[in-house]
């Protein structure tokens, strides 16, 4: 029975042709539309695989079937949905038959808007750890006109709820590279999301879910008390009571500068946690609410609870007690923190020119003493944050290529964590002691780094204008071959000499997202950049440098993940990937 076919439809030929053939392919409006004549009736579909935009007309349709013979995707024929999640739908398009001819319309089915169905994919891509369809649903998103914290919303919710564990890498990159969007081109700021939703959606495969605890019924505990529980219950390690008690203070409505000293709180009891990694978590969890809303504290907060109560406690470790024994000469300063606020109160303190080389000393004592005398002269903790921070720049800028390759992650550690310490002293109110303990954390792991600049590579000396382009194409080149770590240094400080410090940190972040990078490498860029945007002049060139020596010591890689996202790129872009 003939229809009429309607005005935006496209004629294909004769219904007895097509019978013969089996099937033909159409060109309407740049769009290849495969068309398959099969039991009887006429069905319409893209011919790109939707999966990596293999021509479908290659393949084969049985039993009401089309299957593509490259990757062995199958789709309904009579309307493109896929039997395999990880190939995606194919878009189908209306078919009419009239007088024996027939026609296509080039308007596909699909009546979602893009961004609904892009937000669906994404989920689907974070559930079965789908690279390609995390790839394909954040450009999709994007170029919707979706803002960035929408994906990153999403990832942030699904990492916390489906991770036991928690908080763990995956967040944290995907966080990191939340705070550094505004320093990337458009594209590479998908090339960011994409790499942080990846990570999370590889750390929440194969693991169990994270099952809530409930806050305490009394909302009327008073601050006093439910931070003296929550000490304890970490104290013990009882993940169970830590989080009743985290819990309890997000519903009684703490608001976010509480939480965060809470945690900062829990997180100094005990030296220097895991490596650094307890307190950067806690500072990307509060910095990951900062983009989503607060309003999600309830959710991120809790992931926590592990990086607290499992974590290595450095007091333990023979590093912090021989030969000397730095913990027990922290508690002595910690016992007089009352005293030493007390003296400093009213004063405003002024850093000495030599202050980060002090801090930079082969002299525990020394640098102890010296953050001891500063808080008596009025020293605050994000004085004192900064300096630290900038100690531990100096030791990555400086780092000696003769150590082991792994001695590279020792000095990141503490760079990281300083970082941490550093806008977590900016962030909170009331909770200066445990702020001054995380200092003092951070500043005996740059005393005990000291070893790794020896010798010190030297910080490049200032060069005169030079053409910053031919700079950055050079720095690129150093990112393509193994060992380049001080030219890439060299050149990263003659381009911000020249004047282009905010083109080196685009172009420094184009190389990353680029790379199959590990944690630290994500952390190391996002650290760096954060401190480089907190100073000028040398110190922000050496922040810069440290990212450039790091960044090129680390690569390159295989860079499978940027091929995945290139084809994402170019099959949402409507280009061809294979002869169709």
């Not at 990570?199 to 505990?221: S, Y």
């Not at 913990?327 to 109160?345: H, I, M, P, S, Y």
């Not at 002090?358 to 900064?386: C, F, K, N, Y």
């Not at 680390?554 to 084809?567: D, S």
Request: glycine content about 8%.
């Amino acid at each position: 029975m003939s229809t009429s076919p309607p005005s935006t439809a496209h004629e294909v030929g004769p219904l007895d042709e097509l019978r013969e053939a089996g099937h033909a392919v159409v060109r309407v409006d740049g769009r290849a539309i495969l068309v398959v004549a099969h039991e009887g009736e006429v069905f319409a579909v893209d011919n790109r695989c939707p999966h990596m935009g293999f021509p479908l007309a290659r393949g084969t349709v049985d039993d009401g079937v089309l299957t593509c013979h490259w990757h062995h995707a199958r789709f309904a024929l009579s309307c493109g949905d896929t039997f395999d999640p990880w190939a995606d739908d194919v878009p189908s398009y209306p078919v009419t038959v009239d007088d024996g001819v027939v026609y296509v319309d080039p308007h596909s089915r699909e009546e979602r808007p893009p961004a609904e169905r892009w937000s669906e994919r994404l989920d689907d891509g974070l559930e079965r750890n789908l690279r390609l369809v995390v790839a394909k649903s954040v450009i999709g998103l994007l170029d919707a006109g979706v803002a960035p914290t929408d994906p990153l919303r999403t990832g942030v919710r699904f990492g916390t709820r489906y991770r036991a564990d928690g908080w763990g890498p995956g967040l944290t990159i995907l966080t990191a590279m939340a705070n550094v969007l505004p320093d990337f081109s458009a594209e590479d700021r998908k090339r960011a999301l994409y790499q942080g939703l990846v990570e999370v959606a590889a750390d929440c495969a194969g693991e169990p879910p994270r099952f809530d605890q409930d806050a305490f019924d009394d909302r009327d505990l008073s601050p006093t008390r439910l931070a003296h529980w929550l000490r304890d219950t970490v104290e013990v390690r009882d993940n169970d009571g830590t989080e009743r008690c985290l819990r309890t203070a997000v519903e009684a409505g703490y608001d976010d500068d509480a939480l965060a000293g809470l945690l900062l709180t829990a997180a100094t009891d005990h030296r220097y946690l895991d490596g650094g990694h307890t307190m950067d978590f806690v500072n990307k969890a509060c910095e990951a609410l900062d983009h989503v809303g607060w309003e999600h504290a309830d959710e991120v907060l809790p992931s926590l609870v592990t990086s607290l109560t499992d974590a290595t406690r450095s007091e333990e470790l023979s590093s912090w007690r021989q030969p000397v024994d730095l913990a027990a000469r922290l508690d002595e300063a910690f016992d007089r923190l009352d005293d030493l606020v007390a003296e400093g109160a009213g004063q405003e303190w002024v850093e000495p020119d030599d202050f980060v080389q002090t801090l930079l000393a082969d002299d525990h004592e020394r640098v102890v003493g010296v953050l001891e005398d500063a808080i008596a002269a009025g020293a605050s903790p994000v004085d004192l944050a900064d300096a630290v921070a900038m100690a531990a720049a100096t030791r990555v800028a400086q780092f000696s290529t003769a150590n082991e390759f792994s001695d590279w992650n020792t000095v990141h550690h503490t760079y990281t964590y300083s970082n941490a310490v550093h806008a977590l002293a900016e962030r909170v109110s009331g909770a200066d002691h445990a702020a001054y303990r995380a200092v003092f954390d951070g500043a005996v792991n740059v005393y005990l780094d000291r070893f790794l600049n020896s010798p010190p590579a030297a910080i490049p000396e200032r060069g005169g204008e030079r053409d910053v382009d031919d700079l950055l194409d050079a720095l690129d080149e150093t990112m393509d071959r193994e060992g380049r770590v001080d030219e890439a240094g060299r050149l990263a400080a003659h381009v911000f000499d020249s004047g282009g410090a905010d083109r080196l940190k685009r172009r420094l972040g184009a190389a990353l997202v680029r790379e199959d990078a590990g944690f630290h490498t994500f952390q190391a860029l996002e650290a760096g950049f954060a401190q480089a945007d907190r100073r000028e002049g040398t110190e922000r060139r050496t922040c810069l440098v440290a990212v450039a020596r790091y960044l090129a010591a680390h690569a390159p890689t295989r860079r499978e993940r940027e091929q995945t996202f290139t084809i994402a790129a170019r099959l949402h872009r409507g280009e061809a990937i294979h002869e169709e």
